[in-house]
């Protein structure tokens, strides 16, 4: 049993582990420990975690032979997604980079290809690009002056892309197929953005917290224009880059309304119902006051080109 405290997301969190897998894990975020008896009395969150806990998150996981201190790190993010949305704090699903000062998420359902998007802004960009987190960051909304800030999290995908910093959000953009899988031309060495390219954060242990994040998919259409990919219609205003190879990169804004049922799926929406109305609220003014884009691509320069230019 070990005690320790972390900042994350500008909240002090003391926990009372089982295991060691998780202090590790926060090393870059951990604070001096006085004992979790004083830790929690002047803490955001306190977390106690017990072998129910660790038992809850298998049941509802995906069958696999999953160690008690790997699920104890998904007990801990649990609590501080449950707890979140009281304090102001949304547990988000998105590949999140910062640029100028700025922080820009890409979203989409795990697997769809976010990691190697914001990889390749790394090629394009280089050292002006710097990874906030691999999957799952932090918000922090402010409901008075509408401004969000993404933050850095322990929690970051299979490449542990994290660090322990912040910055304002300026954007997130919805990830989409350019073309299906099997409509893309073959012996063209360039990958279509599809299943299976990144991998989940948590494994298939951590399916149940998955389900509470993230939805089956993205759907839905916007405006009118030519004819997209995978994803439906792209609007005659969007920012379009061909790849190498002829395929059509795309992206654009969309309204609050098209962005909705999106963002909703790559967020935590809490069990707790005072705590969901509470996240409910946090997305109301998160939609009001970030850009929501779409992007339509494959994996290549032209992605990174059309994103950005259309972002920032």
């Not at 790559?266 to 939609?287: I, K, S």
Request: hydrophobic share 40%; charged share 25%; aromatic share 6%.
């Amino acid at each position: 049993m070990t005690d320790f405290v972390m900042r994350v997301a500008d909240l002090t969190v003391a926990v009372r582990s089982m295991h060691d897998e998780i202090v590790r894990q926060c090393a870059d975020y951990r604070l001096p420990s006085a004992g979790f008896e004083h830790d929690r009395d002047h803490a955001d969150i306190a977390i106690a975690v017990s072998q129910r806990d660790i038992d809850h998150e298998r049941e509802i996981g995906a069958p696999g032979d999953w160690s008690d201190p790997y699920l104890e790190t998904l007990v801990v993010l649990r609590a501080i997604a449950e707890h979140g949305p009281a304090l102001g704090r949304i547990l988000f699903h998105g590949a999140t980079i910062e640029y100028g000062g700025r922080a820009y998420i890409f979203t989409a359902p795990s697997g769809t290809g976010k990691s190697t998007h914001i990889r390749m802004w790394r090629t394009v960009f280089g050292d002006d690009v710097d990874i906030i987190n691999g999957d799952k960051p932090l918000l922090r909304v402010d409901g008075r002056s509408g401004e969000v800030r993404a933050y850095g999290t322990p929690w970051a995908g299979k490449e542990r892309w994290q660090r322990n910093v912040s910055a304002p959000l300026a954007g997130i953009c919805v990830v989409t197929r350019a073309v299906d899988d099997g409509s893309y031309p073959t012996g063209m060495g360039v990958r279509v953005v599809s299943g299976g390219a990144d991998g989940d954060a948590d494994g298939a242990a951590g399916a149940g917290l998955d389900t509470a994040i993230t939805g089956a998919g993205v759907t839905g259409t916007a405006g009118t224009g030519s004819a997209g990919g995978a994803h439906g219609v792209v609007p005659d205003d969007a920012i379009r880059v061909t790849d190498d190879h002829g395929v059509e990169n795309a992206c654009w804004r969309i309204g609050a309304g098209e962005a909705l049922p999106l963002i909703m799926r790559q967020m935590y929406r809490p069990d707790d119902a005072l705590a969901a109305v509470d996240a409910l609220g946090l997305l109301d003014v998160m939609l009001r006051h970030v850009p929501i884009f779409r992007l339509s691509c494959t994996i290549s320069e032209a992605a990174v080109r059309a994103s950005s230019a259309a972002m920032l």
